[in-house]
């Protein structure tokens, strides 16, 4: 599945690619690398999103981050996280930085596996920018979307890529600001609204 994001930023147009699907081929996308031997085959069947960036600015210009937020469910229990996801690189205390990638023009990868029985993932990622490229701690959605997968008794379902606007920036905002005190991340426009909350189902 294919889908395409357009955006703004400083008075230049630009989209996101976003590929989506069933993780066929584990070491296609570098489970081996992961040292997780357990996950390699479990991966099979979950989903694997790229979204790729396309913007006519430059250097500093295009400097842009993508941030996720998840919700992750481990029935029969109902334990709930709501966490920000980053690289384990940016986990260190001396890093805090609300990155899921970052870079000119970044793309964004994830391939989620789980070896969990019954579980329920449910993510939000946005494309956001800073008014200053990268001097301050201040972030500003450009577009984004929402995606997620169910276990059920080991078996992997995929559920849609959707669109996502204000609603789930709103969302991932409270659990953002919770974690990044320090960080302003700004509200989106309202008539950038596409979806709803994403809720785990």
Do not use: K
Not at 1 to 19: K, N, P
Not at 108 to 123: C, G, H, L
Request: proline share 10%; hydrophobic share 40%.
């Amino acid at each position: 599945m294919r889908i395409s994001l357009a955006f703004a930023l400083r008075s230049r147009a630009g989209h996101v690619e976003v590929e989506y699907g069933p993780n066929e081929e584990p070491a296609r996308w570098g489970y081996p690398l992961l040292g997780l031997e357990s996950l390699v085959e479990r991966s099979r069947g979950c989903p694997v999103v790229r979204a790729s960036v396309e913007y006519p600015g430059e250097g500093y210009a295009a400097a842009m981050g993508w941030i996720q937020v998840t919700a992750q469910r481990w029935p029969p229990a109902e334990r709930e996280e709501l966490l920000v996801d980053v690289a384990p690189q940016m986990q260190a205390v001396d890093a805090r930085m609300p990155y899921f990638a970052f870079g000119v023009r970044p793309t964004f990868f994830d391939a989620p596996s789980t070896d969990d029985r019954d579980y329920e993932f449910r993510a939000a990622a946005f494309l956001t920018a800073s008014p200053d490229a990268l001097m301050t701690p201040v972030v500003e959605p450009l577009c984004g979307f929402s995606w997620g997968y169910r276990v059920v008794d080991e078996t992997p379902h995929i559920d849609p890529l959707e669109p996502a606007g204000a609603a789930e920036w709103a969302w991932m905002r409270r659990t953002l600001e919770r974690d990044y005190p320090a960080w302003t991340f700004r509200e989106a426009d309202p008539r950038a609204d596409l979806g709803q909350e994403p809720t785990l189902r």
